[in-house]
């Protein structure tokens, strides 16, 4: 069983940088491609970013495109989420995903087969 464990987010002012880590556990972190999903108070969870196995095929969000970078290394277990320039627009939380197909890009909720309990991300204007 694949477990996640987010952590990095916290409160923040407009313009300020976070970065969120993921650590995965419990199988063959190279099996999959990674992503990261966010959900605002009321709102649906979106996509934000994925990262296929090997971290040379990346995918943004049109909303993030610019400001936020997914890596991930493969020798740590973990996935990162480097988001800069950030805005209120961007309070959510913020969840890792993990989907058994370690070279294809997913862009939907139900892509993904694994997820974590979440992080907080609060921007204030």
């Known amino acids: 069983q694949v477990q996640l464990v987010e952590s990095g987010g916290g409160f923040v002012h407009n313009g300020d940088s976070l970065r969120l880590s993921c650590l995965f556990s419990g199988r063959t972190f190279s099996d999959y491609s990674m992503a990261w999903f966010r959900q605002a108070p009321g709102q649906e969870r979106e996509f934000v970013a994925t990262v296929t196995w090997a971290g040379h095929t990346t995918a943004y969000a049109d909303s993030v495109k610019g400001r936020f970078t997914i890596s991930r290394d493969n020798a740590k277990l973990a996935v990162y989420l480097q988001m800069n320039s950030l805005k209120p627009e961007d309070t959510a939380r913020y969840f890792c995903?993990?989907?058994?197909?370690?070279?294809?890009?997913?862009?939907?909720?139900?892509?993904?087969?694994?997820w974590g309990q979440g992080t907080h991300v609060s921007v204030y204007a």
């Open positions: 995903a993990a989907r058994n197909r370690a070279s294809s890009i997913g862009y939907q909720r139900d892509d993904y087969d694994y």
